[in-house]
């Protein structure tokens, strides 16, 4: 199979694949939403929002045209990785795919009646461009130990260890991004009356999940414990409590921290636990 | 080095079988001297002379204005192969290919980094610089046996 070929059938077979996890993943959030919505609404989940329904004249024409714009933006998402593997201007292709995923978004959004205000929508839009930092740094993280695992196949020395600080300077740049920036853009999309993202979505899972992991993983890439990531984590939660919430939110302090030192303690174990087998 | 030859009439051709207790750079010499002597590799000269050439002395094959060109530290030649065809020739050696238009010799990278924008450059013997496609890393990773 020659390589135009190859690459046109990557194509077909990842729009295919993404069609249907596109059409999952939007009324997923929709049946989600519903579930959690406060007050409950008595009649139901609905999957389309009213102003949509409202525009095709009934809910099921409207649901249909919402799976054909879901489907349509899944694909994007999938397709449009493709470039990803083919390029080397990997920072490059990132800006195109980020400025397509959000020009499709955008225009599946305002056909399904997505956004229901302006903020709305450009909140969406610093989510997705959070997700892509986040993505892009978990990436990061992945292509180095290709190149590390490929320099020692090949034979080359293996490159200086570098200073913890350095190795934790990724860490310390997505924690500012969840803790500094994550909570204004979910108060934008959050109830008025009931902040479930804000009041319990932010603190009680995003916030310590978050910080167990990057812990975990901070500790394994400096293959020991090291105790500034546990303090930054509380450190930074500290202007949105002050600003976006109020005093009573200070748990959060310890929340972010015990979480990060919890995951480092539990890269210490892990780590031990290889070295002894 | 122990040498057999075995004559079997029954076979259809000539059949080499390389044993070794480990793959060390004297038995990857002896399978490129071997693969050599069956499929003789020509480069051209810009003025036509064909020269054959010593697969140890490449550091890449790559495509240049619809041709595909050897790079070795002295010269460019052009060879009439298609770069998909050297990828199936030069299969079980320390070549690889690293990109649509490139396939480099292993034996002669001298430094690999990830740039801070997700870009791989490869540096081989002369400072040849490379790039690497993402979509290569995985089998470069297996002719390395990682």
Not at chain 1, 98 to 117: E, H, I, N
Not at chain 2, 44 to 60: M, S
Request: glycine share 8%.
């Amino acid at each position: 199979m020659t390589e135009r070929r190859e690459i046109i059938h990557e194509l077909a077979r990842r729009a295919a694949v993404g069609f249907p996890r596109g059409v999952a993943l939007v009324y997923l959030i929709f049946l989600l939403g519903g579930l959690f919505a406060f007050p409950a609404s008595g009649s139901g989940v609905s999957v389309v929002t009213a102003a949509m329904a409202e525009r095709w004249g009934n809910p099921v024409t409207a649901a249909l045209v919402q799976f054909l714009w879901s489907g349509l933006l899944g694909a994007v998402l999938e397709t449009a990785e493709l470039p990803f593997r083919l390029e080397r201007r990997t920072a490059l292709w990132s800006g195109v795919h980020f400025l397509l995923t959000a020009a499709v978004f955008s225009l599946a959004g305002w056909q399904c009646r997505w956004f229901p205000y302006r903020e709305t929508w450009l909140c969406l839009l610093g989510l997705l461009l959070l997700c892509y930092l986040l993505m892009w740094a978990v990436r990061y993280v992945g292509w180095q130990q290709d190149v590390r695992a490929i320099r020692k196949g090949v034979g080359l020395p293996e490159e200086p260890e570098r200073p913890a600080w350095q190795k934790a300077l990724p860490y310390a740049f997505l924690a500012a991004g969840v803790e500094l920036l994550l909570p204004w853009l979910l108060r934008l999309v959050d109830s008025r009356d009931v902040p479930v993202l804000t009041g319990i979505f932010y603190p009680f899972l995003i916030l310590p999940l978050f910080c167990f992991f990057s812990g975990l993983s901070l500790t394994k890439r400096c293959r020991r414990l090291w105790l500034v990531y546990p303090v930054l984590c509380g450190v930074l939660t500290l202007p949105c409590v002050f600003l976006l919430y109020n005093s009573s939110a200070l748990f959060q302090v310890w929340v972010a921290a015990i979480a990060a030192l919890v995951g480092g303690l539990l890269g210490v174990l892990l780590r031990k636990k290889r070295e002894n087998t | 080095m122990k040498i057999e030859l075995h004559i079997d009439p029954s076979l259809s051709g000539t059949e080499v079988t390389v044993r070794a207790p480990a793959r060390t750079p004297e038995v990857d010499a002896l399978l490129d001297r071997l693969a050599a002597g069956a499929t003789p590799l020509l480069g051209f000269c810009p003025n036509g002379t064909a020269v054959p050439l010593d697969l140890d002395a490449v550091l890449r094959f790559y495509g240049e204005d619809k041709d595909v060109r050897a790079q070795t530290p002295e010269a460019v030649y052009t060879v009439r192969e298609r770069l998909y065809e050297l990828e199936q020739q030069l299969e079980g050696r320390r070549f690889v290919r690293i990109s649509h238009s490139e396939i480099v010799n292993l034996r002669k990278v001298t430094a690999l980094d990830l740039s801070l924008t997700g870009t791989i450059r490869m540096t081989l013997s002369g400072s040849v610089a490379v790039y690497v496609s993402r979509r290569y890393v995985k089998k470069m990773k297996e002719v390395l046996g990682l």
